[in-house]
Every structure is written in C-alpha cells, then in structure tokens.
C-alpha cells in the first residue's frame, strides 16, 4: 500500500487534463460509484435562497433534509435572522402513505403567523417528488389567504446536481420580481447577485460600490431583503459574482426588462479592481471611473505593505485548488500568484468547458484540471504534485488533513471575510498561517514514509 498509484476511471479520464492538447468534457451528469464531491438539487437551491433573511424557509420533507441544510451558509444579515431557522414538516411513514398535502398546509399557516415573514419558500425534496404532493396548490392557497408570496420551490434531490437547484432557486426569485408595481430605473443603480455575504463579505463590496456613487438596489442573496428582490427589475445592471448559481436568474432579468449584465469576481487585487472599474466604464462616467480609481488606490496603498512578509514566506509554494464554481477557481488562482504561490491543481464541480479552458491557459503548463473529481482523484493529485496547501471546502478538508496538507476553508461555511482587498489580506493570513504552520513537518510525506497517508482505497 506505501507505493500503491490510484489509477483514474476510465470513463474519467476525459474530464481531468493533465498536460498536452485541451480536450476535456463537462457539464455531464456524475458517473455511477465515482463519489462525486457533488451535492444534490435540494441542496442547490437552499444554497441560494437560504440567505433571504426575512422569508420562511420550510423543508417540505423528512428531517434529515432540513437538518443536512440547516446554517448551511456562513451568510450575515443586518435585520432579521428568519434564515437561521431551520423548519421542516418533519414527514414520516405516515405522510409517505397517505400525503402529507394536509400537514404542509397547516405548518404555513403555523409558521406565518408566528413569524410573520415577508415571504415564505417551500422546498420540495425527493420523497415529495415520488408521492406527488402537489406543492404548488398548498402554496397559492395559502398565499391567498395570508396575503404574503408562497413559493414552491421545486427542488427534489433526485432531479439532478444542485446546478439543476440553482435553476429552481432562480424560477423562485424570478416569481418576486417586478412585484413592487414600480418600472422606472433608479439612477446608476445595479444589483448584485450571486454574493452571500459570508462573514459580511457584501457589506465590503457595498462600500466600495457607494464611495464610488454606485446604487445598490438589490443584493441577491446576500443579506436578502423580499421588497428589495420586488424591486430588481429597476436596476441599471445585474453584477453577477457566482455565475454557476444565479446567471439564469440574469438571463431572466435581461430577457423580461432589458437589464444586462456582468460577470464579477470580489476576490484579490485585481478582480476586485476590475469589477469596480466594470461597474465605471458600464455607466461612461469620468467621475465615478475617478471615484473607482481613489477607492482602489486607498485600499491597496494599505495593502501591499501588509502582503510582503506573507509573500517572501510562500513564495515558491504550490497549491490545489478545487470549489464548487469554476468562476471562484480563477480568483484564487491570481490571488495565490500575488503571493508568490503557483496553483499545480485546479477543479471544480459545475465548471463548463469553455472555463476549464481558460484556466487551462491561466495557469502554469502541466496543472491538472479537474472537473467534477471525487476524493481519490484529488489525493491522487495532491500526492503527486506534492502540493503545500489545498483550497476547497467542507468535504476536501479531510482529504487535505489525512495526506498531511495544509487546508484553507474558501467555501460557504467559512467565517472569515475573504472578498475585497481586506479580504486579500485575511487570505494571506489564513494561507500563511495554514502553510507555515510547523505541524507538517511531522507529517509522514515530509518524513519520506508515505505509506501512513495513504489514503484507504
């Protein structure tokens, strides 16, 4: 076992690229037995709407879908905290039998007027889909009668990955918009979709928007408000940072009221700058491209000072990298450059072939790229490319601990701001910290005896 090579699936091979002429698939559903680091379409579309602070979200299902999902996001709000409240109509052998249409009805009604909510999101999960409660019915008679959006979210696990939830969150957001009776536009005005104000990340990027003479309508998720959803449709422009979750929700807005959009990235040096310089050069304004270019100034004059003990500690270091939008990959990428680190392997779970082939071209010859990977292709990896630090979340944390690897946390549980240019600097603090920490040193790969991290097969 101390030397034993894993080996790829052979019908894997064509989404990991290992060096030569670019031809990776994507976008295919998870291959049987594989592992997939996927998670389900239930799962997509509580990632999105979960954030709304002032809705009820309710699990229409067994408890142990609503207890999976519960906090699921380290997402802040400034008001209420109705999302950090899990409910669930907690659906046993009984309901599974005989429907549990009933038990959903009253739990609305339950819930409503004891928290008396802006709205309310209903979830369906995959034994609703088999039984056929028709979800859709309870909700509009209930929404009748409490006079508050009812939304069923149709969102049964089995439908597919959570890129298939985060269709269905985005029909669920589109079903508020435009419902504030108001058409005109707010001048320069934009919303920002696909943030979820992780550890307050959106209340950073707000500040820059607004020195900059920016309106923020609508924040979509992030620190969610349902009369300022109502209102989207005013704005001049969607900023839209994780593509992979909210870009159908975008295509919606520009089809139905004409709003176009961007795509963003808050995270390093230079695509906080470039998306603050976007939003500038969008609106052909000499004074707020002005206004971009002082408030950039000002936070990376306080910056590189900061970074430069971090970089000459790490440079030289190498790093995997692999989240759940390709988008994010990018960023970290650049990110760990200005700290002198290179990225040997990059992945995500939802990426497209069009983004893994920009990154194969952004980052150094011969990094892998993964698509859709399960763990035994990233020990595989981080094994063999010798990595010092790997970058994911929540399920990648253990691969990285067993083989001896350092870990940064940059998903959704995190609680550590990492957007904007004092997120940079945070980044670089965790990095360092996680990197140069003299635990590794005892670590059996740094030791020369392999075999006690080999992961068990």
Request: proline content about 3%; overall charge neutral; some cysteine.
């Amino acid at each position: 076992m101390a030397n034993e090579s894993i080996h790829l699936l052979e019908k894997r091979r064509r989404q990991v690229h290992e060096g030569g002429e670019f031809a990776m698939e994507a976008e295919k559903q998870s291959l049987a037995g594989a592992v997939s680091q996927r998670s389900c379409s239930f799962c997509g579309s509580r990632v999105v709407l979960y954030p709304i602070a002032d809705a009820i979200h309710l699990v229409h299902g067994p408890i142990g879908c609503a207890s999976y999902t519960w906090d699921i996001r380290g997402a802040l709000s400034s008001g209420p905290e109705l999302h950090r409240l899990s409910f669930s109509t907690d659906m046993v052998e009984k309901d599974v039998i005989y429907g549990g249409e009933n038990k959903l009805y009253h739990a609305l009604v339950e819930l409503i007027v004891a928290y008396q909510p802006k709205a309310a999101f209903v979830y369906s999960t995959c034994i609703v889909g088999v039984i056929g409660d028709d979800v859709a019915a309870i909700c509009k008679k209930v929404e009748k009668e409490k006079g508050i959006p009812v939304i069923a979210v149709d969102s049964e696990g089995f439908k597919g990955s959570k890129k298939e939830g985060y269709k269905a969150a985005c029909n669920a957001l589109f079903s508020i918009v435009g419902t504030d009776n108001e058409k005109e536009k707010i001048p320069h005005s934009i919303n920002i979709l696909g943030d979820f104000n992780l550890a307050g990340e959106l209340w950073i990027i707000k500040d820059y928007y607004e020195r900059m003479g920016v309106n923020v309508v609508c924040t979509i998720s992030g620190d969610g408000r349902v009369d300022d959803i109502r209102k989207a449709h005013r704005a001049h422009l969607n900023v839209v940072q994780c593509s992979g979750s909210v870009m159908n929700l975008a295509k919606m807005l520009e089809h139905e009221y004409g709003t176009p959009s961007a795509r963003a990235s808050y995270f390093g040096i230079e695509d906080m700058s470039k998306a603050l310089y976007d939003v500038a050069d969008f609106f052909d304004s000499d004074e707020m491209r002005a206004a971009a270019q002082r408030v950039i100034k000002e936070e990376v004059a306080k910056l590189l000072p900061l970074l430069a003990p971090y970089r000459k500690d790490l440079k030289g270091k190498k790093a995997a990298v692999y989240t759940g939008g390709a988008f994010k990959v990018f960023s970290l990428v650049r990110s760990l450059r200005t700290l002198g680190m290179s990225v040997v392997v990059a992945g995500s779970q939802t990426g497209s072939v069009e983004d893994y082939k920009l990154l194969t071209e952004l980052c150094d010859p011969g990094t892998v790229i993964l698509d859709d990977t399960n763990p035994l292709e990233l020990a595989k990896y981080v094994r063999e490319k010798d990595v010092d630090l790997f970058i994911g979340g929540v399920k990648e944390r253990p691969i990285a601990y067993k083989l001896g690897v350092g870990f940064c946390d940059h998903n959704h549980e995190r609680k550590e701001a990492l957007a904007g240019f004092i997120g940079m600097l945070n980044f670089a603090r965790e990095v360092h910290a996680s990197v140069m920490s003299p635990v590794w040193q005892f670590a059996p790969r740094r030791a020369g005896n392999e075999h006690s991290s080999s992961p068990r097969r």
